[in-house]
């Protein structure tokens, strides 16, 4: 079974920054595509970064440039860090992994960005 544990979420002000963990464990491999999803109230959840099978990045419109997502294979965490956060960042960020085509999902963090 794999469990995915997010954490670092909280309550910044309009330009800080924010670093988000996922902590992994259970039945994973390196190649497995890693991500961060978020959704905000009322909205559909939707991609804020990715990291392919293959080691690609990608980054969702309003997130490129101000976020970075790092994968640590030796601890098989999941990393976003954001800058420059902006009201509309404030939402529930999920992480998520890719294992053998099956999506695995952690149970969020909340994220709220506020003066």
């Known amino acids: 079974q794999v469990q995915l544990v997010e954490s670092g979420g909280g309550l910044v002000q309009p330009g800080g920054s924010l670093t988000l963990s996922c902590a992994t464990s259970g039945r994973i491999f390196s190649f497995d595509t890693t991500g961060w999803y978020r959704q905000a109230p009322g909205k559909q959840r939707e991609l804020v970064a990715i990291?392919?099978?293959?080691?690609?990045?990608w980054y969702a419109d309003a997130a490129r440039g101000r976020f970075t997502i790092l994968r640590d294979n030796a601890t098989n965490a999941s990393i976003l860090q954001m800058n420059s956060l902006k009201p509309e960042d404030t939402a529930v960020y999920y992480c998520y992994r890719n294992v053998l085509g099956r999506a695995y999902w952690g149970q969020g963090t909340q994220v709220t960005v506020s003066p």
């Open positions: 990291v392919t099978s293959g080691g690609s990045l």
